[in-house]
């Protein structure tokens, strides 16, 4: 099992910038896919960024391509969002995610991700 603790959320106005981070704690000696996705009010959850284990695979929704980065530091078992000119859209609340694989899986559903954090919410203001 591994158990992740999102923190960063907060109040944004739109063209802002928020850092969110995942701290990942139990079985973190074994090898594991993370990322990052969002539920807005009344939507579905929905993939904004994943990285492979090693870090050189990197995956980004459309809607979020050249405005978030996400990374991995696996030596402190974290993972980061830096999320740049934000918009209104961009409100939602944002989960950290973590499967048991070295590579995302696009054929699985939340492409191979298995444990999840609470969330954090990001609110966007126009």
């Known amino acids: 099992q591994v158990q992740l603790v999102e923190s960063g959320g907060g109040l944004v106005q739109a063209g802002g910038s928020l850092r969110l981070s995942c701290a990942a704690s139990?079985?973190?000696?074994?090898?594991?896919?993370m990322g990052w996705f969002r539920q807005a009010p009344g939507k579905e959850r929905e993939f904004v960024a994943g990285?492979?284990?090693?870090?050189?695979?990197?995956y980004y929704a459309e809607s979020v391509k050249g405005r978030f980065t996400i990374s991995r530091d696996n030596a402190k078992n974290t993972v980061s969002l830096q999320m740049n000119s934000l918009k209104p859209e961009d409100t939602a609340v944002y989960y950290c995610?973590?499967?048991?694989?070295?590579?995302?899986?696009?054929?699985?559903?939340?492409?191979?991700?298995?444990?999840w954090g609470k969330g954090t919410l990001v609110t966007v203001s126009s």
């Open positions: 990285i492979s284990w090693s870090g050189s695979r990197i």
């Open positions: 139990g079985r973190t000696s074994s090898r594991y896919i």
């Open positions: 995610a973590a499967g048991d694989h070295l590579e995302l899986d696009f054929n699985s559903p939340y492409y191979g991700m298995n444990y």
